[in-house]
């Protein structure tokens, strides 16, 4: 089915362990993001990237690294996890400039103990 | 600070009657509005837009409602169904949708059969 797939869906880690979250679509889409959801703070961007080979800083990218391995493809990597980083974390993908295009992944539960 | 406010954080409807949720912002350049509704374990998924050259946009049992005066946007949905209940997420955009959206922190609509 084409949209975007996210894994793992569910990780537990531990402080100060790393981890990556992988994001993959299938919509030939150009612009790729990363959000985190908490309870009471809706989405915040993590970071995005407008097409292959750029990316950039969201609102809350402190402790995140990211990596769009191809068109296809956007990273998240969490080099040193943190209470604080336990979330939900969704990826999505549109074409450039399309607010209304953007397709979510179904997210990743994470939790940092 | 906010730029998009969704103030109720939730709502409560019987089936058959109208739901209302509202939302305001307060950056004058947004000229673009979205809303997003995202049902547990699963991803946002787009709903309604409206450009700011319009008042009202209709898609069926929803409406969205805009006052760029008061910088106020709100949603109905009618009649309420049980299968409405949901997160509902208000986003706005700049440049026509052409930037990336700004999301409310969402409002849990419970329809009651």
């Known amino acids: 089915n084409a949209g975007v797939t996210q894994t793992p869906k569910f990780q537990v880690l531990k402080t100060g362990q790393s981890m990556t979250l992988q994001c993959a679509q299938d919509?030939?889409?150009?612009?790729m993001y990363w959000y985190r959801q908490d309870p009471g703070m809706g989405l915040r961007l993590i970071y995005y990237s407008a097409s292959e080979g750029t990316t950039d800083k969201g609102e809350v990218p402190n402790g995140y690294n990211v990596s769009r391995l191809n068109k296809r493809e956007f990273s998240l990597r969490l080099e040193s996890a943190a209470p604080s980083q336990t979330s939900v974390y969704f990826c999505a993908s549109s074409y450039p400039g399309q607010g209304i295009g953007y397709t979510f992944g179904s997210g990743t539960r994470l939790t940092v103990v | 600070d906010q730029q998009v406010k969704q103030n109720s954080p939730s709502l409560s409807v019987q089936e058959g009657r109208i739901s209302i949720l509202n939302c305001d912002y307060t950056?004058?350049?947004?000229?673009?509005f979205l809303w997003y509704k995202k049902y547990p374990a699963e991803g946002p998924t787009f709903l309604i837009s409206?450009?700011?050259?319009?008042d009202k946009n209709e898609d069926g049992r929803f409406t969205v409602f805009l006052n760029k005066s008061a910088k106020h946007l709100s949603l109905h949905i009618v009649p309420s169904q049980p299968g409405d209940s949901a997160v509902y997420f208000c986003?706005?955009?700049?440049?026509?949708?052409?930037?990336?959206?700004?999301f409310g922190r969402g409002t849990s609509l419970i329809v009651h059969p």
């Open positions: 409206i450009s700011s050259i319009k």
């Open positions: 919509m030939n889409h150009n612009s």
């Open positions: 950056n004058s350049m947004f000229d673009y």
């Open positions: 986003a706005a955009s700049a440049g026509g949708g052409s930037y990336i959206p700004t």
